[in-house]
């Protein structure tokens, strides 16, 4: 078999191939025969058919498992020989069969990027402590009071900060009911009765609930507001809408006392300390693990910053389509209109192509580093994932390991896991510096 490997730009080489006739005769032979072993021909018992009469009932399949048989060694041997990291063979093409019966054909192969690893043990990173300060606990000790929050009635003084406004509105935009300018769709916020409004600066409306303080109960005010060109109703955008509105009453936040009968409350059997260590020990779980994925972000940002190499056009697109659709998909979910989907279409697209571009520098730069350290992925990590996919789908193991065989499935998680352990690998070596989140906050993005 003479093979010709032809390198081209953007990870992309030919691999055209000849067949010598003896090798396609010795292979197409050996096909043959195990046809004519096994098949039923009427008039032959199984077995004694003539080759002829074989070649002439079943000569399509047999050149069409030749020709795959000749294009996987073809493959194997491009592997063995030729120092190519491939990522895809394609497909036979331009497959001739010669008049003296050698074979033919080509193929297009995806290669992977040829990378020069920049320095990667080491990398600066610059991280807050894992410590959970005081100010952290109490202020979530203070987001449990207010969430077991008793409403107290308020009589005898006007609406103030903090309070909660109980009132009737009805919305009008350049005159017209709401509903009359952008439909059922905005019922919610054309007319609401014995609405529960907390009065600060953020909550349903910028700056509706503060326009209210001084409002004694029964008192009634037109207020009007700017809406910005990011509200959601594209209807209203930029305009001024007014709500008429009555005050019917107003509430006043009585939060609980921070004791033991407190933390039983929330937690039965259990003391105020004792609350304490256990949402201490969550919120440090939980900050390591953002602490974590900052730090991965950290030595991603500098590694795709640190060299630059081609990627696979085809291997781009591929990626580029699954994350716009993941970007629909994820718009859908939030209300997105179709129409609205296909107006901002290019701006998906354009979305979808930094992140494809991004996944996949950082794919490939983490399996490169993985094959200099000599990261592999343990058997037992390996079986484990696929026990828990089993679990999952509540089906027989040996199932799913056959179902992910044929897609491929075992080697994609393989990579997923490889590329895990080589994050851990680089966090484990990076040297990083601990700073507060204030000046975690007035570092440039560029220089982290």
Known sequence: MNIVVEKQPKCVAVLNVVVPAADVAAKRTKIASTYASQAKIAGFRPGKAPKNVVQQRFGK????????????????????????????????DNLNERPDGSITFETKLILAPEITLPEYKGIEVKA????????????????????????????????????????????????????????????????????????????????????????????????TISLGEDFPFEELRGKEITLQTTLQGIKANKLPELD???????????????????????????????????????????????????????????????QADSLVEEGSKHGASEEEMMARQEEIFSLATERAVTNLRTNFLLQEIAAAEKITVPDSD???????????????????????????????INRSLLIGLTIDFLVEHANVTEVSAEELEATPAESL
């Open 260 to 322: 033991d009968a407190f933390a039983e409350k929330l937690l039965p059997g259990k003391t105020l300390v004792e609350l304490k260590d256990l949402i201490s020990g969550n919120m440090t779980l939980e900050k390591a693990k953002q602490i974590s994925e900052f730090k991965v972000n950290q030595i991603v940002a500098h590694l795709n910053k640190s060299v630059s190499f081609e990627l696979p056009e085809e291997i781009v697109l591929r990626e580029t389509q699954s």
């Open 382 to 412: 390996l079986f484990a994932h696929i026990s828990r996919i089993a679990t999952a789908r509540k089906e027989p193991i040996k199932k799913v390991i056959k179902d992910l065989q044929r897609t491929r499935g075992i080697q994609s």
């Open 61 to 92: 399949q047999i050149f069409e498992e030749l020709t795959d048989a000749l294009f996987g060694e073809a493959c194997d041997q491009v592997l063995e020989k030729e120092n190519l990291k491939v990522l895809d063979f394609g497909f036979p």
């Open 128 to 223: 807050p402590s894992a410590k959970i300060t005081d100010e952290e606990l109490n202020a979530q000790l203070q987001e449990l009071r207010e969430r077991l929050a008793e409403f107290e009635d308020v009589d005898g003084r006007p609406l103030q900060a903090d309070d909660i406004a109980v009132v009737d509105f009805t919305t009008t935009c350049g005159g017209l009911p709401l509903t009359e300018v952008i439909g059922d769709k905005g019922q919610y916020l054309a007319k609401r009765e014995n609405h529960w409004l907390p009065v600060k600066e953020g909550d349903f409306l910028p700056g509706y609930a503060v326009q209210l303080t001084g409002l004694n109960i029964g008192d009634e005010k037109a207020v």
